[in-house]
T-cell receptor, first 113, second 114 residues
């Protein structure tokens, strides 16, 4: 079992829809939770970052972390065709693995006009 | 400003050959990371550097893989005696310090072993 599980999709939605992306994890030591966005043939770029449990909002994007359920989510409101990309969740922990990110497989999202 | 750069962008090599992949991190970033992204898979951690030292090499898949960093800047990832299963996109990232949550990624090197 991978430490981070993410449904690869693909997910296809119309413009303006609310998108929900999710990851589950097994390592209770994870404290830092990130969402990266990756366009085709590009490197990933950081979209959202959350420490421990709670919600964080940035414009049309909201990240949620539920450590008790080992479950994180990314919501995209009023989705746009420019949001079409692969979304990767990533996590890290303190201690011996500091600096090492554990990624999900990524969910491929298409927003059609 | 300049981001993380990687070269070559694409590399096709024959099975059994050695390859070197290069990464130029963002100036001033002390931490540097290598990941591998295979088709349909997430990013797989390979190794990271703090300065010129590599505290965690546990992600390197075999002893055919090695990496070094010189001058606290450029890093090279070397794969000896390449195998077809080594075909993947190799991504390099850097961050200001180790443990900084934001890692800045380069565009990757797409390696194809025929």
């Amino acid at each position: 079992q991978k430490e981070v599980e993410q449904d690869p999709g693909p997910l296809s939605v119309p413009e303006g829809a609310i998108v929900s992306l999710n990851c589950t994890y097994s390592n209770s030591a994870f404290q830092y939770f990130m969402w990266y966005r990756q366009y085709s043939r590009k490197g990933p770029e950081l979209l959202m970052y959350t420490y421990s449990s709670g919600n964080k909002e940035d414009g049309r994007f909201t990240a949620q972390v539920d450590k008790s359920s080992k479950y994180i989510s990314l919501f995209i409101r009023d989705s746009q065709p420019s949001d079409s990309a692969t979304y990767l969740c990533a996590m890290s922990a303190r201690g011996s693995t500091l600096g090492r990110l554990y990624f999900g497989r990524g969910t491929q999202l298409t927003v059609w006009p | 400003g300049a981001g993380v750069s990687q070269s070559p962008s694409n590399k096709v090599t024959e099975k059994g050959k050695d390859v070197e992949l290069r990464c130029d991190p963002i100036s001033g970033h002390t931490a540097l990371y290598w990941y591998r992204q295979s088709l349909g898979q997430g990013l797989e951690f390979l190794i990271y550097f703090q300065g010129n030292s590599a505290p965690d090499k546990s992600g390197l898949p075999s002893d055919r893989f090695s990496a070094e960093r010189t001058g606290g800047s450029v890093s090279t990832l070397t794969i000896q005696r390449t195998q077809q299963e080594d075909s993947a996109v190799y991504l390099c990232a850097s961050s200001l310090t180790i443990g900084a949550y934001e890692q800045y990624f380069g565009p990757g090197t797409r390696l194809t072993v025929t």
